[in-house]
């Protein structure tokens, strides 16, 4: 377990901020993305971040303090759904998420909030104000309730990922067990409508909570997330490779749409030389992994995962079309970063892609979400044009510029906090987007 590590202090007029994250590290997806971009430009901005984090542990810039939250990281590679030795157990926080564990659910962030609402009962006056991303736990609410000015980022809404997944349950046996493992959505309902502020990534996403979670549209704000845009840009050392496709997914579900988009390199490898790299590492077994065999497309497919930023801002770089084929996005990472590197994309029009994209032509192509043959006539548009390719491409890296930079997410969430410090609540007409 890596030692606590003190923030720099805050400059004159800084706020002390307590950021928390059940699960921060980036390789598990865009919460960790945006716990460790955010809190480096906070502190760029002169404020003072500490980043109370469980495992897998978050990878932070110089300037910003962390303190580990242990727990028991019980879906651990390469043992998830591991049984813990005897000693690891230190509270009732980790006897309750190993039993919730047991009975098919996910307690990984109600514990987390019950260790850290501990952790922060006795450092009362270190911090002015406490950023809660995504955890959304019992213990959330009851922060709030002891008294701290708190805001939570809820990057939207998981009542999506839950009707995605039961839609994609095909036995009875399947349903109950996904029904199971979100069963803390119930939780995180209770809290959001406690919680005087809940920031959110999109108008989209806005929306959904407000109409899927019940949570008041004055209590919401929209701050869109941005991209490290020095990294993720065009590199002249860099060729492309003729069609080359690729594709970034941290997540083997339904929702992202992968198994729609292997369907459509299939069907293009038929008439032409493509092959597809998926940023990403397929689960053994898993509905990604079977279609692939299913499909016969290993020797056109390349996985990989654990790259850094710049080795995938260079993947960007040799590919002619990035595709985001999810259902549903809130704001979508991805979209942004094939955008910064100016290649064009195609994506699907679920959630809020045509929001992030722009409208269809501008930056990329929008397609019906699910529609390997929609994918297909949009890849091959694009496959068939390098002028096309090349004007969609410069328009997404000046969008990126113009809308999607840390520094704005930063300025934006900042001017969320100093509200909630001063005024403990957001004022409706503070959107960002």
């Known amino acids: 377990m890596p030692g606590a590590r003190a923030a720099a202090p805050a400059r004159p007029g800084g706020l002390r901020i307590a ?6 590290n980036p390789q598990c997806g865009g ?22 984090a469980g495992p897998p542990w978050p990878e932070l810039d110089e300037g910003v303090g962390f303190t580990p939250v242990p727990g028991l990281d019980l879906y651990r590679e390469p043992d998830p759904f591991r049984w813990p030795a005897r000693r690891e157990f230190h509270s009732w926080a ?22 850290v609402r501990a952790l922060l009962r006795a450092r009362r006056d270190e911090f002015d104000v406490v950023h809660d991303n995504q955890c959304l736990a019992t213990d959330i609410a009851a922060l709030a309730r002891d008294g701290w000015p708190l805001l939570a980022t809820l990057h939207h809404p998981i009542t999506v990922d839950r009707a995605i997944a039961l839609e994609h349950a095909t036995t009875r046996t399947q349903r109950f067990a996904t029904r199971r493992w979100y069963g803390f959505l119930s ?4 809290t959001l ?3 005087p502020a809940v920031l959110t990534v999109s108008h989209n996403s806005k929306s ?75 689960r053994r077994g898993g509905r990604v992994a079977t279609a692939l065999e299913r499909l016969g497309l290993e020797d056109v497919v390349t996985t990989v995962s654990g790259v850094s930023d710049e080795e995938l801002a260079r993947l960007y770089g040799e590919a002619e079309v990035a595709v985001v084929p999810s259902l549903y996005e809130g704001f979508s990472l991805p979209a942004i970063e094939a955008m910064s590197c100016a290649v064009p994309v195609v994506a699907t029009t679920g959630g809020a892609l045509p929001e992030v994209v722009g409208p269809h032509g501008e930056c990329g192509l929008l397609v019906e979400p699910n529609d390997p043959d929609a994918l297909v006539a949009a890849i091959r ?31 934006g969430t900042a001017a969320c906090y100093d509200a909630v410090v001063h005024k403990g609540d957001l004022p409706a007409a503070m959107d960002f987007a």
């Open 19 to 24: 950021f928390l994250v059940y699960r921060g």
């Open 31 to 52: 919460q960790g993305v945006y716990t460790r971009h955010l809190t480096r430009e906070l502190v760029r901005l002169g404020h003072q971040v500490e980043v109370f």
């Open 94 to 115: 980790d006897l309750g998420e190993f039993l919730i564990m047991l009975s098919g659910g996910f307690g990984e962030p109600w514990a987390f909030a019950r260790r």
């Open 187 to 190: 939780m995180q309902v209770r």
């Open 193 to 195: 409508r406690e919680l």
């Open 208 to 282: 959904d909570i407000h109409e899927q979670m019940g949570v008041a549209r004055e209590r919401l704000t929209v701050v869109p997330v941005g991209v490290e845009h020095d990294v993720f840009r065009p590199y002249d050392d860099v060729a492309k490779r003729p069609g080359r496709l690729m594709v970034t997914t941290s997540s083997d579900v339904a929702m992202k749409g992968l198994v729609p988009l292997l369907e459509a390199v299939a069907k293009l490898r038929t008439e032409r030389d493509v092959d597809l790299m998926v940023i990403g590492r397929p």
């Open 381 to 411: 548009t694009l496959l068939d044009d390098a002028a096309l390719r090349a004007r969609l491409g410069a328009n997404g890296r000046r969008r990126v510029m113009r809308r999607f930079t840390w520094e704005v997410t930063a300025r």
